[in-house]
């Protein structure tokens, strides 16, 4: 079974960059698709990224789009969160989840499941 560690999180500046990453405990790390999501205080986990199993295709929420950046390591067995411009509504806790051999991140279909990182964007 896959095991899923966030670490990278943080307190940042409006405008300032953080990387998350996702250490997975398989070699085969690109047999899954590999999501970001975030749930911020008082709101629904949203996805915010992923990257597919098929392609290494990758999609992105509107609000993050041209920010973040994801990408996958099959060597580390790490899956990165770029994100850079962050702005005080990108503060929340950061789950990465994975699903085997998916090319889409619907939450509802993520199996595994990391315990997430917070990231705070505060001035």
């Known amino acids: 079974q896959l095991q899923l560690v966030e670490s990278g999180g943080g307190l940042v500046q409006p405008g300032g960059s953080l990387r998350l990453s996702c250490a997975a405990s398989?070699?085969?790390?690109?047999?899954?698709?590999i999501g970001w999501f975030r749930q911020a205080p008082g709101k629904e986990r949203e996805g915010v990224s992923c990257?597919?199993?098929?392609?290494?295709?990758?999609d992105y929420a509107d609000s993050v789009k041209g920010r973040f950046t994801i990408s996958r390591d099959n060597a580390k067995n790490t899956v990165y969160l770029q994100m850079n411009s962050l702005k005080p509504e990108d503060t929340a806790v950061y789950y990465c989840?994975?699903?085997?051999?998916?090319?889409?991140?619907?939450?509802?279909?993520?199996?595994?499941w990391g315990k997430g990182t917070r990231v705070t964007v505060s001035s």
């Open positions: 989840a994975a699903a085997l051999w998916r090319s889409s991140c619907l939450k509802e279909a993520m199996e595994f």
């Open positions: 990257i597919s199993s098929y392609s290494g295709s990758t």
């Open positions: 398989e070699l085969t790390l690109n047999s899954y698709a």
